[in-house]
């Protein structure tokens, strides 16, 4: 199994940053891609983000250009960096190990508010 523990959402004004940190730890060895989901209320999840062992990376044409998704290693913890948040971007924030598998992980969710 693999544990994931989120950290950095937080509330920001238009314009601002945040960075969200995803760590994870267990069956590290199962993990081919991790990414991060948003659900906002009363929208359906869509995907923002996703990294592949190989490094290769993929946005959602939502946040292309303003937010990027990042690894390290060492420390079995990914990244996503939003810059230029719009009021649009407040959701919840899922971090996943084997994004859009029905057998992976799940974190539990970090509230990210943007204000205009």
């Known amino acids: 199994q693999v544990q994931l523990v989120e950290s950095g959402g937080g509330l920001v004004q238009a314009g601002g940053s945040l960075r969200l940190s995803c760590a994870a730890s267990?069956?590290?060895?199962?993990?081919?891609?991790m990414g991060w989901y948003r659900q906002a209320p009363g929208k359906q999840r869509e995907l923002v983000a996703t990294?592949?062992?190989?490094?290769?990376?993929n946005y959602a044409d939502s946040v292309k250009g303003r937010f990027t998704i990042s690894r390290d290693n060492a420390k079995n913890t990914v990244y996503l960096q939003m810059n230029s948040l719009k009021p649009e971007d407040t959701a919840v924030y899922y971090c996943?190990?084997?994004?859009?598998?029905?057998?992976?992980?799940w974190g539990q969710g970090t509230q990210v508010t943007v204000s205009s």
């Open positions: 996943s190990a084997n994004p859009q598998s029905p057998f992976g992980s």
């Open positions: 990294i592949t062992r190989g490094g290769s990376t």
């Open positions: 267990g069956s590290i060895f199962s993990i081919y891609a």
